[in-house]
């Protein structure tokens, strides 16, 4: 029986073309694909953005200038003050616990604060000191790979920073205690002053820490303001600290080195990644949404033109852009709340100027002196709402559910600050 050679030789010569037309159509895309995602790099380079975690580097600042090489010095004590307190805090009762989180320490609690910052006098000092710096830079090793750089942050010199604010929340607590309520303040100021050095933090992880810094700070800050009179002079100078906290910068700045660190990331693939254009399409497709997000980053919570972009990124992008458009989302949610914080806590602190002054009548928010975009709610962009309470005044704008729920702080159903008695907790 003769085999079908002719037969055969076609078929295999026809399997040859179609395997080769599939090299060459795999070929071309894949040359589509790389060009694309050189384009937008040599545009991003073009316009000074970072597209490496290299390009993140800075000029190392002088350790004098350093905020950093203070708080370093002041680690140990720091960690052991706050281990001292805790280990109090761990045999409070249930009531006792409410009332911390409430900022209402019991004595015990605040004889332990007391003891903590009376046996290490020379911290609050080197905190100030690390305050009154021009710069902060905690020397990330940007020469490492996009996975070792990822580790490195998530090591406890970032959850150590909390421990900072904790220190000079309990310099405040005892100081209210004691009725030194411009002294309580100064140390609020300190914390501001700590918090706005961190704006040039790289990435998502350590601007969220800035905001978690950041709420403990307007939170402690609110308690001294509604606890009674405080110096004009504290005042003005806390409206100053306030203005220069630029949330809306440190949100960029941290997407603008997200955006390199995710770039590393997509390169460290390897071999996948320089053969596959699926990986270098989702590359592009992250590009996209970087440079989305931080064009809009000033943008009102609740625009809808924003919120559409961010379901489309969602539905059609590539598998990897899609895993992190929630992240962005958060942490845009996140910038909102905190920038409504601060909104409200500026039109608190000059309607209080006012009653000082002995202005009896009723506030209204184009009569404070304030900038308009400072009395504005940066979920839907209309006018903080003031409400007056028994208690005293709430300011605040509406949470995440975007409607007004006049006023009610707890579980942010609204954002904003006013009496102790109101005012959202940790």
């Given at each position: 029986?003769?085999l079908?050679?002719?037969?055969l030789?076609?078929?295999?010569l026809g399997?040859?073309?179609?395997?080769?037309?599939?090299?060459?159509?795999?070929?071309?895309?894949?040359?589509?694909?790389?060009?694309?995602?050189?384009?937008?790099?040599?545009?991003?380079?073009?316009?000074?953005e970072?597209?490496?975690?290299?390009?993140?580097?800075?000029?190392?600042?002088?350790?004098?200038?350093?905020?950093m090489?203070?708080?370093?010095?002041?680690?140990?004590?720091?960690?052991?003050m706050?281990?001292?307190?805790?280990a109090?805090?761990e045999?409070?009762?249930?009531?006792?616990?409410?009332?911390?989180g409430d900022d209402?320490?019991s004595?015990?609690?605040l004889?332990?604060?007391?003891?903590a910052?009376?046996?290490?006098?020379?911290v609050?000092?080197?905190l100030?000191?690390?305050?009154?710096?021009?710069g902060?830079?905690?020397?990330?090793?940007?020469?490492?790979?996009?996975?070792s750089?990822?580790?490195?942050?998530?090591?406890?010199?970032?959850?150590?920073?909390?421990?900072?604010?904790?220190?000079l929340?309990?310099?405040?607590d005892?100081?209210?205690?004691?009725?030194?309520?411009?002294?309580?303040?100064?140390?609020?100021?300190?914390?501001?002053?700590?918090?706005?050095?961190?704006?040039?933090?790289?990435?998502?992880?350590?601007?969220?820490?800035?905001?978690?810094?950041?709420?403990?700070?307007?939170?402690?800050?609110?308690?001294?303001?509604?606890?009674?009179?405080i110096?004009?002079?504290?005042?003005a100078?806390?409206?100053?600290?306030l203005?220069?906290?630029?949330?809306?910068?440190?949100?960029?700045?941290?997407?603008?080195?997200?955006?390199?660190l995710?770039?590393?990331?997509?390169?460290?693939?390897?071999?996948?990644?320089?053969?596959?254009?699926?990986?270098?399409?989702?590359?592009?497709?992250?590009?996209d949404?970087?440079?989305?997000?931080?064009?809009?980053?000033?943008?009102?919570l609740?625009?809808?033109?924003v919120?559409?972009?961010?379901?489309?990124?969602?539905?059609e992008?590539?598998?990897?852009?899609?895993?992190?458009?929630?992240?962005?989302?958060r942490?845009?949610?996140?910038?909102?709340?905190?920038?409504?914080?601060?909104?409200a806590?500026?039109?608190?602190?000059?309607?209080?100027?006012?009653e000082?002054?002995?202005?009896?009548?009723?506030?209204?928010?184009?009569k404070?002196?304030?900038p308009?975009?400072?009395?504005?709610d940066p979920?839907?962009?209309?006018?903080?709402?003031?409400?007056?309470?028994?208690?005293?005044?709430?300011?605040?704008?509406?949470?995440?559910?975007?409607?007004?729920?006049?006023?009610?702080?707890?579980?942010?159903?609204?954002?904003?600050?006013?009496?102790?008695?109101?005012?959202?907790?940790?």
């Amino acid at each position: 029986m003769r085999l079908p050679w002719r037969p055969l030789k076609i078929a295999v010569l026809g399997l040859g073309l179609l395997v080769g037309l599939g090299l060459i159509s795999w070929a071309v895309t894949n040359a589509r694909a790389t060009a694309r995602v050189a384009e937008r790099i040599a545009a991003l380079r073009a316009a000074g953005e970072p597209t490496t975690l290299a390009d993140l580097r800075r000029k190392p600042i002088p350790p004098e200038s350093n905020a950093m090489t203070y708080l370093d010095q002041a680690a140990p004590a720091v960690e052991a003050m706050v281990s001292a307190v805790y280990a109090v805090e761990e045999q409070a009762t249930e009531e006792e616990r409410k009332a911390i989180g409430d900022d209402r320490p019991s004595p015990g609690i605040l004889a332990a604060m007391r003891d903590a910052l009376a046996a290490h006098p020379d911290v609050v000092p080197l905190l100030e000191r690390a305050a009154a710096c021009p710069g902060f830079d905690r020397q990330w090793d940007f020469n490492l790979a996009s996975r070792s750089f990822l580790a490195s942050m998530c090591t406890e010199r970032i959850s150590s920073l909390r421990s900072i604010w904790r220190v000079l929340h309990y310099q405040a607590d005892v100081q209210l205690a004691d009725g030194r309520r411009d002294d309580a303040l100064r140390t609020c100021l300190t914390m501001l002053k700590l918090t706005r050095l961190l704006h040039h933090e790289p990435c998502i992880v350590n601007f969220l820490v800035g905001m978690a810094v950041r709420w403990d700070s307007i939170r402690v800050t609110n308690r001294v303001l509604t606890s009674g009179p405080i110096s004009p002079e504290l005042h003005a100078e806390l409206e100053a600290e306030l203005a220069r906290q630029d949330v809306v910068a440190a949100y960029c700045e941290s997407l603008r080195s997200e955006r390199a660190l995710g770039s590393d990331c997509f390169r460290d693939l390897g071999v996948p990644y320089h053969f596959q254009p699926l990986f270098k399409n989702d590359h592009c497709d992250y590009l996209d949404l970087m440079a989305f997000a931080i064009a809009t980053a000033d943008r009102p919570l609740d625009d809808g033109h924003v919120r559409d972009e961010f379901a489309r990124v969602s539905r059609e992008a590539g598998l990897l852009t899609r895993l992190i458009v929630s992240s962005i989302e958060r942490t845009r949610e996140s910038r909102c709340r905190i920038e409504t914080f601060l909104h409200a806590l500026r039109v608190l602190n000059a309607i209080l100027v006012r009653e000082q002054a002995g202005d009896t009548s009723e506030p209204h928010l184009t009569k404070l002196g304030l900038p308009v975009e400072a009395t504005l709610d940066p979920v839907n962009g209309e006018p903080l709402r003031l409400k007056k309470t028994p208690q005293g005044w709430l300011i605040y704008g509406v949470g995440a559910n975007l409607s007004d729920d006049d006023g009610q702080l707890e579980d942010l159903l609204d954002v904003g600050v006013g009496p102790s008695e109101v005012a959202p907790q940790e």
